[in-house]
């Protein structure tokens, strides 16, 4: 039974359903923003009176200070929606000074003998009353229709069998799990390749503002697997079923010296129709608050239940334009996981902190660039370490709902082998932000990997991070690796050929791969996969490697050959003494071995976390020095 208060507003071609906040034309959903639904609403609902600005922005923002900009920036986007040209006022009339008076004739319909017709329209059932008989009041009085066709009875009739049908189909889905969204890269239109840095921040923007809103009901693709769709031609549907998604997030920008146009729209993969989207017109410095807009715009699509705690993250903070300029210019050259990429995003992470001291983000920034600076293998994690710990600090300090720097002090505690800290920073990170697809993963591969009781959890963790993020070379690197490792070969080797099938040329999974073949004893196979891998910095991995699996196969020149040459690479770069432990160990010098791996220690060398696990070290395990190393390091 419909309830006695149900309406509908009609005017022109258009029906306005306050019920399911939509606007249809000829029965057709037009995509509108909640806020811009809101002010037609109430200019409809106040036909042929004047609202004063004032009272249409209390209506519209209860509670909350606005700048009038907001008010006309809608104003201007309900006109186009509407079909009004410039200088038009068919709808809409301005009155300087005072407000806005809604033009066109209103009727009220309201239902008594109805179809019910259900349609799949933006991203929930939408029940709209096909009308027979029922009287309309007027605002004023104005003429009823004509009859509708009786056609139109037959088709809804039509329609109801079949939604029944979508309806069970809907609910099972429901019952699934939480929806998952990407947000595929945004376009740069201005022409200029050198705003690149600011579309791909942008876009990483919009990931983690989403993926922080409500985890428990949306989960958010991570950026390494967007990021594969950059100027990329592949159909919606296609992505959708390679990411696992239901919506798609997509957009692009212009910008001049004092403007930033921001397009946005969210479509529903399964049948690519377009839910809502928006122009958004702002000065640079306003950028942020357009990012919570879109959020915003999102979640009321998808019908999120925010929490007022949940809300107040769409609260656009207060940051420095040039610093966020600077910040978003860091994660570019981070993202790029190269020396010279992370080297230029810490000059642009601390000029972005320089230019406002409590730009949280900007440290957090910096705390990864020091760490995957050391992790790489780049510099001793000794001299890295400290900066990375710092700059987290920093970022905590200034604002503890951040998951990012949790992340990374969880890395850090990890090589700094303070245990009790490691899980106690994974989890804070976990909790404060589900969708972070490397919390998942740094837990995973790190924390839980250490610990031989823990191998079925880290799996699980790795599980979570591939889900958030499936086309992420490392995370399925990683994941491949540790089921090898796990001695679940099958798995493991059929996930290596599908990294490398996309990713041919990434080291790690050459590097990975080739221990997962010295595990099966396949030693020719696995210097093969050494061969493969091309990056400058990788010359240690690869002489470490090879003089490993020459000493494992007897060569013991081969194998020293290799020494000679780790020792002569780290005149000229940084190498990880825990290469040389490795030839030794292989060629059974234990006590040559153990001293390497005191070198190891001392810089830091994340081998050390793993020392518990690694069967590398099995043939020294009984030595009371290898036990020391492990006391020292409080390995759980």
Request: charged letters at 25%; a negative charge; aromatic letters at 10%.
């Amino acid at each position: 039974m419909v309830s006695n208060t149900r309406h509908f507003y009609e005017f022109g071609p258009f029906r306005l359903d306050p019920d399911h906040r939509q606007l249809l034309r000829e029965n057709q959903p037009v995509p509108l923003q909640p806020k811009a639904f809101d002010i037609l609403l109430a200019l409809v609902e106040n036909s042929e009176r004047v609202v004063l600005k004032d009272d249409l922005m209390k209506m519209v923002w209860p509670g909350t200070f606005v700048e009038e900009a907001n008010l006309a920036q809608n104003i201007s986007v309900l006109r186009r929606t509407l079909g009004e040209t410039a200088g038009e006022n068919r709808y809409i009339v301005t009155l300087p000074g005072r407000g806005y008076r809604f033009a066109q004739s209103v009727s009220i319909l309201r239902p008594e003998e109805e179809l019910v017709v259900e349609s799949h329209t933006r991203s929930h059932v939408v029940i709209e009353k096909l009308d027979l008989k029922a009287p309309r009041l007027a605002l004023p009085s104005s003429p009823r229709r004509a009859s509708r066709n009786i056609a139109i009875a037959v088709l809804a009739g039509l329609i109801v069998a079949g939604c029944f049908a979508w309806r069970h189909y809907a609910s099972r889905s429901a019952n699934t799990g939480r929806v998952m969204l990407a947000v595929l890269p945004f376009q740069n239109l201005t022409g200029d390749p050198d705003q690149e840095y600011f579309a791909d921040g942008f876009t990483e923007e919009m990931i983690t503002k989403l993926g922080e809103l409500h985890p428990e009901q949306l989960g958010v693709i991570a950026r390494t697997s967007v990021m594969g769709y950059k100027h990329s031609n592949e159909r919606l549907d296609q992505i959708g079923r390679e990411l696992s998604v239901q919506y798609v997030l997509e957009g692009s920008f212009r910008r001049a010296t004092d403007r930033l146009r921001v397009t946005a729209q969210l479509i529903r993969v399964k049948d690519q129709s377009h839910l809502w989207a928006e122009d958004y017109d702002r000065q640079p410095q306003d950028i942020l608050s357009a990012q919570d807009e879109v959020a915003l715009a999102v979640a009321q699509e998808i019908q999120l239940r925010l929490t007022p705690q949940q809300s107040m993250r769409l609260t656009a903070r207060v940051v420095s334009p040039e610093a966020h300029e600077n910040y978003l210019k860091g994660r570019f050259f981070w993202n790029k996981r190269t020396e010279d990429g992370f080297r230029r995003s810490i000059e642009f992470f601390q000029a972005a902190f320089a230019k406002d001291p409590n730009y949280a983000e900007a440290y957090a920034g910096l705390a990864d660039a020091y760490l995957l600076l050391g992790g790489y293998g780049l510099e001793p994690q000794k001299d890295t370490l400290p900066k990375a710990k710092q700059a987290a600090l920093r970022a905590v300090q200034i604002d503890d709902t951040l998951a990012e720097p949790y992340a990374s002090l969880g890395l850090i505690y990890e090589n700094e082998w303070n245990w009790a800290e490691v899980e106690k920073s994974y989890k804070r990170a976990i909790e404060l932000n589900p969708n972070y697809s490397v919390a998942h993963h740094w837990y995973g591969a790190g924390y839980l990997a250490a610990i031989p009781s823990k191998r079925e959890e880290m799996i699980s963790e790795l599980r979570k991070a591939h889900e958030l993020d499936p086309l992420s070379p490392m995370i399925s690197t990683d994941l491949a690796a540790y089921l090898c490792f796990s001695r679940r070969f099958d798995e493991g080797m059929k996930m290596f050929q599908e990294v490398l099938k996309l990713n041919p040329d990434f080291d790690q999974a050459h590097n990975y791969l080739s221990v997962a073949y010295e595990l099966q004893e396949m030693y020719a196979e696995s210097i093969a996969e050494v061969e493969k891998m091309k990056s400058p910095d990788a010359a240690p991995y690869i002489n470490g490697e090879i003089g490993y699996i020459y000493a494992l196969q007897g060569k013991r020149r081969e194998a020293l050959d290799m020494v000679n040459k780790l020792q002569e690479l780290s005149r000229r770069t940084y190498v990880d003494p825990k290469y040389i432990a490795d030839i030794y160990v292989g060629l059974g010098e234990k006590d040559i071995a153990i001293i390497w791996l005191e070198k190891a220690y001392e810089q830091h060398s994340p081998v050390i976390a793993g020392l518990r696990v690694n069967w590398r070290y099995d043939s020294i395990r009984s030595d009371p020095r290898f036990a020391d190393l492990i006391r020292r390091a409080g390995l759980p």
